[in-house]
């Protein structure tokens, strides 16, 4: 069973710093493109990041400059670094993982709770 589990998140005051982490466990890491999401309540989830296999990156607007998506493949681990964090940030924050075309496949973490407050 393939298993993505975030940690890292928690509350910051407004203008703080938080690294998310999430770890991936039988997959093949490497070939899939990870991406970051978040839902804050009653709102859709939407894509915050996201790093494909090669290393090429893409950010929503609302966090460009901010926020930092990497990947270490040899801890199958992917980061998400947010600076300057906002209270409009504050939402479950969802690892993803989704597979090359040839496979299919997609697979979501549980999620972990950012709050930004002061």
Same mark, same amino acid.
């Given at each position: 069973q393939v298993?993505?589990?975030e940690s890292g998140g928690g509350l910051v005051q407004p203008? %703080? /710093?938080l690294r998310l982490s999430c770890a991936a466990s039988r997959i093949i890491f490497s070939i899939y493109t990870m991406g970051w999401y978040r839902q804050a309540p009653g709102k859709q989830r939407e894509l915050v990041a996201a790093? !494909? /296999?090669g290393g090429s990156t893409n950010y929503a607007d609302s966090v460009k400059g901010r926020f930092t998506i990497s990947r +270490? =493949? &040899?801890k199958n681990t992917v980061y998400l670094q947010? =600076?300057?964090l906002k209270p409009e +940030? !504050? &939402?479950v924050y969802y690892c993803n993982a989704d597979?090359? %075309?040839w496979r299919n496949d997609n697979y979501w973490g549980q999620g972990t709770q950012v709050t930004v407050s002061s």
């Open positions: 298993q993505l589990v203008g %703080g /710093s790093i !494909t /296999s +270490d =493949n &040899a947010m =600076n300057n +940030d !504050t &939402a597979g090359p %075309g």
